[in-house]
Protein backbone atom coordinates (compact mmCIF):
# COMPACT_ATOMS: atom_id res chain seq x y z
CA UNK A 1 0.00 0.00 0.00
CA UNK A 2 1.43 3.62 -0.45
CA UNK A 3 0.43 6.79 0.71
CA UNK A 4 -2.90 8.59 1.21
CA UNK A 5 -1.16 12.00 0.12
CA UNK A 6 -2.84 11.29 -3.20
CA UNK A 7 -6.51 12.61 -4.50
CA UNK A 8 -7.77 9.30 -5.05
CA UNK A 9 -5.81 8.05 -1.08
CA UNK A 10 -4.45 4.84 -0.44
CA UNK A 11 -2.89 2.60 -3.49
CA UNK A 12 -2.82 -1.13 -3.46
CA UNK A 13 -1.17 -3.32 -5.48
CA UNK A 14 -2.07 -6.72 -6.10
CA UNK A 15 -0.39 -9.40 -7.84
CA UNK A 16 -0.72 -12.94 -9.04
CA UNK A 17 1.08 -16.34 -8.05
CA UNK A 18 3.31 -16.21 -11.03
CA UNK A 19 4.01 -12.21 -11.00
CA UNK A 20 1.99 -11.89 -14.53
CA UNK A 21 -0.99 -10.50 -14.03
CA UNK A 22 -1.34 -7.08 -11.74
CA UNK A 23 -3.97 -4.58 -10.74
CA UNK A 24 -3.93 -1.27 -8.72
CA UNK A 25 -6.50 -0.27 -6.45
CA UNK A 26 -7.58 3.45 -5.08
CA UNK A 27 -9.35 3.40 -1.95
CA UNK A 28 -11.29 6.65 -3.43
CA UNK A 29 -14.18 5.52 -5.11
CA UNK A 30 -12.49 1.72 -4.76
CA UNK A 31 -11.50 2.35 -8.46
CA UNK A 32 -9.63 0.18 -10.37
CA UNK A 33 -6.98 2.57 -12.26
CA UNK A 34 -4.83 -0.62 -13.27
CA UNK A 35 -4.70 -4.13 -14.50
CA UNK A 36 -1.84 -5.44 -16.58
CA UNK A 37 -0.74 -8.97 -17.90
CA UNK A 38 2.53 -9.57 -19.02
CA UNK A 39 3.72 -5.73 -18.96
CA UNK A 40 0.74 -5.01 -21.76
CA UNK A 41 -1.91 -2.50 -19.51
CA UNK A 42 -5.69 -3.90 -19.88
CA UNK A 43 -6.87 -0.55 -18.36
CA UNK A 44 -5.40 2.85 -18.98
CA UNK A 45 -3.58 4.87 -16.40
CA UNK A 46 -3.78 8.39 -15.72
CA UNK A 47 -1.11 10.35 -13.09
CA UNK A 48 -1.21 9.59 -9.55
CA UNK A 49 -1.52 12.82 -8.73
CA UNK A 50 -4.90 13.43 -10.42
CA UNK A 51 -7.98 12.79 -9.20
CA UNK A 52 -9.80 9.95 -10.97
CA UNK A 53 -11.00 11.36 -14.45
CA UNK A 54 -14.44 10.08 -15.84
CA UNK A 55 -15.57 7.86 -13.44
CA UNK A 56 -12.35 5.82 -13.95
CA UNK A 57 -13.10 2.14 -12.51
CA UNK A 58 -15.39 3.79 -9.19
CA UNK A 59 -18.16 1.35 -7.80
CA UNK A 60 -21.50 3.23 -8.32
CA UNK A 61 -23.71 2.57 -5.65
CA UNK A 62 -26.78 2.72 -4.30
CA UNK A 63 -27.53 3.31 -8.08
CA UNK A 64 -25.33 3.80 -11.06
CA UNK A 65 -25.47 6.52 -13.73
CA UNK A 66 -28.14 9.43 -13.28
CA UNK A 67 -31.83 10.11 -11.46
CA UNK A 68 -33.23 13.05 -12.81
CA UNK A 69 -33.53 16.14 -11.22
CA UNK A 70 -32.20 14.18 -8.24
CA UNK A 71 -35.84 13.45 -7.29
CA UNK A 72 -37.11 10.41 -7.00
CA UNK A 73 -40.65 9.02 -6.17
CA UNK A 74 -41.04 4.54 -5.12
CA UNK A 75 -43.87 3.56 -2.08
CA UNK A 76 -45.80 6.78 -2.26
CA UNK A 77 -42.48 8.50 -0.94
CA UNK A 78 -40.40 11.18 -2.95
CA UNK A 79 -37.29 12.31 -1.63
CA UNK A 80 -34.58 15.13 -3.55
CA UNK A 81 -30.94 13.83 -3.43
CA UNK A 82 -28.44 16.30 -3.86
CA UNK A 83 -27.31 17.55 -7.44
CA UNK A 84 -23.77 15.96 -8.50
CA UNK A 85 -23.40 16.71 -12.03
CA UNK A 86 -24.81 20.48 -12.74
CA UNK A 87 -24.57 20.24 -16.27
CA UNK A 88 -27.37 17.85 -16.77
CA UNK A 89 -28.98 18.80 -13.24
CA UNK A 90 -28.87 15.30 -12.25
CA UNK A 91 -27.92 13.29 -9.38
CA UNK A 92 -25.02 11.42 -10.90
CA UNK A 93 -22.94 7.45 -10.06
CA UNK A 94 -23.94 7.53 -6.17
CA UNK A 95 -23.20 8.29 -2.78
CA UNK A 96 -19.74 6.66 -2.94
CA UNK A 97 -17.98 8.14 -6.13
CA UNK A 98 -16.00 10.30 -3.74
CA UNK A 99 -15.74 7.82 -0.61
CA UNK A 100 -12.34 6.80 1.27
CA UNK A 101 -12.82 2.80 1.47
CA UNK A 102 -11.41 0.96 4.58
CA UNK A 103 -9.15 -2.23 3.64
CA UNK A 104 -10.78 -4.97 5.64
CA UNK A 105 -8.81 -7.96 4.06
CA UNK A 106 -5.82 -8.47 1.92
CA UNK A 107 -2.93 -10.77 0.77
CA UNK A 108 -1.01 -10.58 -2.58
CA UNK A 109 -3.39 -11.33 -5.01
CA UNK A 110 -6.09 -10.01 -3.46
CA UNK A 111 -8.11 -7.16 -1.88
CA UNK A 112 -11.68 -6.50 0.30
CA UNK A 113 -12.57 -2.69 0.51
CA UNK A 114 -15.91 -1.50 2.13
CA UNK A 115 -17.25 1.58 2.55
CA UNK A 116 -21.22 2.31 4.03
CA UNK A 117 -23.98 4.50 2.79
CA UNK A 118 -24.95 6.47 5.70
CA UNK A 119 -28.73 7.71 5.76
CA UNK A 120 -28.68 11.31 4.57
CA UNK A 121 -30.56 13.59 2.70
CA UNK A 122 -32.63 11.93 -0.79
CA UNK A 123 -31.21 8.19 0.87
CA UNK A 124 -32.62 7.96 4.47
CA UNK A 125 -31.38 4.20 4.17
CA UNK A 126 -28.35 2.40 5.85
CA UNK A 127 -26.23 -0.10 3.97
CA UNK A 128 -23.25 -1.52 4.21
CA UNK A 129 -20.77 -1.94 0.91
CA UNK A 130 -17.49 -4.29 0.02
CA UNK A 131 -15.73 -4.92 -3.09
CA UNK A 132 -13.28 -7.87 -3.53
CA UNK A 133 -10.50 -7.27 -6.15
CA UNK A 134 -8.94 -10.91 -6.93
CA UNK A 135 -5.99 -11.30 -9.97
CA UNK A 136 -4.84 -14.92 -11.28
CA UNK A 137 -3.81 -16.04 -14.46
CA UNK A 138 -4.28 -12.93 -17.16
CA UNK A 139 -7.46 -12.51 -15.04
CA UNK A 140 -9.14 -9.89 -12.74
CA UNK A 141 -12.50 -11.20 -10.59
CA UNK A 142 -14.46 -8.52 -8.43
CA UNK A 143 -17.25 -9.22 -6.07
CA UNK A 144 -19.55 -6.84 -4.79
CA UNK A 145 -21.58 -7.02 -1.11
CA UNK A 146 -24.37 -4.91 -0.73
CA UNK A 147 -26.37 -5.15 2.98
CA UNK A 148 -28.96 -3.52 4.42
CA UNK A 149 -28.04 -2.39 7.63
CA UNK A 150 -31.38 -0.36 8.46
CA UNK A 151 -34.81 -1.42 9.70
CA UNK A 152 -37.21 -0.93 6.65
CA UNK A 153 -36.44 -1.85 2.82
CA UNK A 154 -33.64 -0.06 1.36
CA UNK A 155 -33.59 0.00 -2.81
CA UNK A 156 -30.43 -0.80 -4.43
CA UNK A 157 -28.98 -0.67 -8.07
CA UNK A 158 -25.23 -0.80 -8.60
CA UNK A 159 -22.71 -0.17 -11.38
CA UNK A 160 -19.07 -0.16 -11.97
CA UNK A 161 -17.05 1.97 -14.56
CA UNK A 162 -13.81 0.27 -15.88
CA UNK A 163 -11.84 1.74 -18.59
CA UNK A 164 -10.62 -0.92 -21.07
CA UNK A 165 -7.57 -0.95 -23.15
CA UNK A 166 -4.67 -2.99 -25.17
CA UNK A 167 -2.06 -0.67 -24.23
CA UNK A 168 -0.03 -1.38 -27.13
CA UNK A 169 -2.74 -1.29 -29.88
CA UNK A 170 -4.36 2.05 -30.46
CA UNK A 171 -8.04 2.18 -29.09
CA UNK A 172 -9.39 3.30 -32.15
CA UNK A 173 -8.45 -0.25 -33.71
CA UNK A 174 -9.63 -2.13 -31.29
CA UNK A 175 -13.18 -4.07 -32.06
CA UNK A 176 -15.68 -4.16 -29.73
CA UNK A 177 -18.07 -6.59 -29.52
CA UNK A 178 -21.33 -6.70 -27.04
CA UNK A 179 -24.73 -9.26 -27.07
CA UNK A 180 -27.24 -6.17 -26.54
CA UNK A 181 -30.19 -6.32 -28.97
CA UNK A 182 -31.58 -3.03 -27.75
CA UNK A 183 -30.77 0.39 -26.41
CA UNK A 184 -32.12 2.71 -24.55
CA UNK A 185 -32.91 6.49 -25.92
CA UNK A 186 -31.91 9.50 -23.87
CA UNK A 187 -33.14 13.08 -23.66
CA UNK A 188 -30.90 16.08 -23.49
CA UNK A 189 -30.47 14.84 -19.20
CA UNK A 190 -29.39 12.13 -20.39
CA UNK A 191 -31.93 9.72 -18.82
CA UNK A 192 -33.76 7.12 -20.78
CA UNK A 193 -37.27 7.98 -22.71
CA UNK A 194 -37.95 4.95 -25.01
CA UNK A 195 -36.18 1.99 -25.64
CA UNK A 196 -35.79 1.04 -29.06
CA UNK A 197 -33.80 -1.97 -31.09
CA UNK A 198 -30.08 -1.44 -32.17
CA UNK A 199 -29.15 0.85 -34.94
CA UNK A 200 -26.62 0.85 -37.63
CA UNK A 201 -24.69 3.47 -35.24
CA UNK A 202 -25.13 1.13 -31.92
CA UNK A 203 -25.13 -2.40 -33.27
CA UNK A 204 -22.23 -4.13 -31.61
CA UNK A 205 -23.36 -7.75 -31.90
CA UNK A 206 -21.25 -8.37 -34.96
CA UNK A 207 -18.14 -6.52 -33.74
CA UNK A 208 -17.17 -2.42 -34.91
CA UNK A 209 -14.50 -0.53 -34.80
CA UNK A 210 -14.22 1.38 -31.68
CA UNK A 211 -12.43 4.69 -34.09
CA UNK A 212 -15.77 4.51 -35.65
CA UNK A 213 -17.83 5.33 -32.71
CA UNK A 214 -19.32 7.42 -30.49
CA UNK A 215 -21.17 6.21 -27.52
CA UNK A 216 -22.76 6.99 -24.20
CA UNK A 217 -25.21 4.50 -24.39
CA UNK A 218 -26.74 1.54 -22.18
CA UNK A 219 -27.43 -1.98 -23.83
CA UNK A 220 -30.24 -4.34 -22.41
CA UNK A 221 -31.39 -7.84 -23.66
CA UNK A 222 -28.12 -8.66 -23.16
CA UNK A 223 -27.27 -12.60 -24.14
CA UNK A 224 -25.69 -15.58 -21.53
CA UNK A 225 -23.91 -17.67 -22.58
CA UNK A 226 -23.94 -21.51 -21.31
CA UNK A 227 -22.06 -20.29 -18.06
CA UNK A 228 -24.95 -17.76 -17.31
CA UNK A 229 -22.29 -15.32 -18.21
CA UNK A 230 -22.87 -11.96 -20.24
CA UNK A 231 -19.57 -11.36 -22.56
CA UNK A 232 -18.28 -7.81 -23.82
CA UNK A 233 -14.98 -8.02 -25.69
CA UNK A 234 -12.56 -5.96 -27.11
CA UNK A 235 -9.91 -7.42 -30.16
CA UNK A 236 -6.58 -6.13 -31.36
CA UNK A 237 -6.08 -6.76 -35.02
CA UNK A 238 -3.25 -9.63 -33.93
CA UNK A 239 -6.36 -11.73 -32.28
CA UNK A 240 -5.52 -10.98 -28.62
CA UNK A 241 -8.62 -10.51 -26.83
CA UNK A 242 -9.93 -8.48 -23.59
CA UNK A 243 -13.13 -9.80 -22.25
CA UNK A 244 -15.35 -8.49 -19.75
CA UNK A 245 -18.09 -11.28 -17.98
CA UNK A 246 -20.94 -10.12 -16.06
CA UNK A 247 -22.57 -12.37 -13.61
CA UNK A 248 -25.85 -12.87 -12.47
CA UNK A 249 -27.49 -9.36 -11.65
CA UNK A 250 -25.76 -7.14 -13.85
CA UNK A 251 -28.33 -7.11 -17.12
CA UNK A 252 -26.92 -3.72 -18.58
CA UNK A 253 -24.02 -2.77 -20.08
CA UNK A 254 -23.45 0.92 -20.60
CA UNK A 255 -20.51 1.64 -23.05
CA UNK A 256 -18.84 5.53 -23.26
CA UNK A 257 -16.38 6.46 -25.95
CA UNK A 258 -13.89 9.50 -24.71
CA UNK A 259 -11.62 12.23 -26.14
CA UNK A 260 -11.12 13.43 -22.84
CA UNK A 261 -9.35 10.95 -20.82
CA UNK A 262 -5.94 12.04 -19.83
CA UNK A 263 -2.88 10.69 -22.05
CA UNK A 264 -5.25 8.91 -24.46
CA UNK A 265 -6.79 10.10 -27.65
CA UNK A 266 -9.56 7.76 -27.11
CA UNK A 267 -10.87 5.98 -24.34
CA UNK A 268 -13.81 3.31 -23.96
CA UNK A 269 -15.46 2.11 -21.13
CA UNK A 270 -17.52 -1.18 -20.79
CA UNK A 271 -20.14 -0.63 -17.57
CA UNK A 272 -21.72 -3.01 -15.94
CA UNK A 273 -25.03 -2.29 -14.25
CA UNK A 274 -27.85 -3.79 -12.58
CA UNK A 275 -30.48 -0.90 -13.57
CA UNK A 276 -30.60 1.65 -16.17
CA UNK A 277 -30.16 5.01 -15.42
CA UNK A 278 -33.29 6.63 -13.52
CA UNK A 279 -34.12 3.55 -12.12
CA UNK A 280 -35.13 5.28 -8.73
CA UNK A 281 -37.59 6.62 -10.86
CA UNK A 282 -38.94 3.97 -13.54
CA UNK A 283 -38.30 1.39 -11.03
CA UNK A 284 -36.11 -0.71 -13.80
CA UNK A 285 -34.65 -3.80 -12.11
CA UNK A 286 -34.54 -2.04 -8.73
CA UNK A 287 -33.60 -4.05 -6.09
CA UNK A 288 -35.13 -3.48 -2.30
CA UNK A 289 -33.20 -5.22 -0.26
CA UNK A 290 -35.03 -6.54 2.98
CA UNK A 291 -33.31 -5.50 6.93
CA UNK A 292 -30.59 -7.70 7.06
CA UNK A 293 -30.32 -8.48 3.89
CA UNK A 294 -27.02 -9.14 1.20
CA UNK A 295 -27.03 -9.05 -2.29
CA UNK A 296 -23.61 -10.25 -4.03
CA UNK A 297 -22.71 -9.24 -7.44
CA UNK A 298 -19.86 -10.73 -9.56
CA UNK A 299 -18.10 -9.68 -12.60
CA UNK A 300 -14.11 -9.87 -14.44
CA UNK A 301 -11.72 -9.34 -16.96
CA UNK A 302 -10.04 -12.43 -18.93
CA UNK A 303 -7.01 -11.25 -21.33
CA UNK A 304 -6.62 -14.09 -24.25
CA UNK A 305 -3.09 -13.41 -25.37
CA UNK A 306 -2.74 -16.62 -27.00
CA UNK A 307 -3.47 -15.75 -30.49
CA UNK A 308 -0.77 -13.03 -30.23
CA UNK A 309 1.83 -13.68 -33.64
Known sequence: ????????GAQFALRSADGQTTADIAQVGAAL????????????????????????G???????????DGKWTQRGETRQLAITEPATGNASHGLLR?????????????LTLS???????????HLGTSVTYAVGDMRLDVTHAVTNLGTTDAPV???????????????ADLVLTSTGSTRFVLDEQKIPVGEEGVDASTDLRGGRRVGELSLDTAFGDL????DGLVLTSLAAPDGRTLTLW?????DFVQVFTTDRYPGQPLAVAVEPMTAPADAFNSGRSLRWLAPGETWELRWGIVFDAASRG
Do not use: K
Not at 33 to 54: E, I, K, N, W
Not at 115 to 125: H, I, R
Not at 246 to 250: A, I, L, M, S, T
Open 1 to 8: MTSTHHPT
Open 33 to 56: RGFTVDGVDLVPRYPLDSATPAGS
Open 58 to 68: IVLVPWPNRVR
Open 98 to 110: FAPYTAVARDEAS
Open 115 to 125: APVVPQTGYPF
Open 157 to 171: ALGTHPYLCIADVDT
Open 223 to 226: IRDA
Open 246 to 250: QGEGF
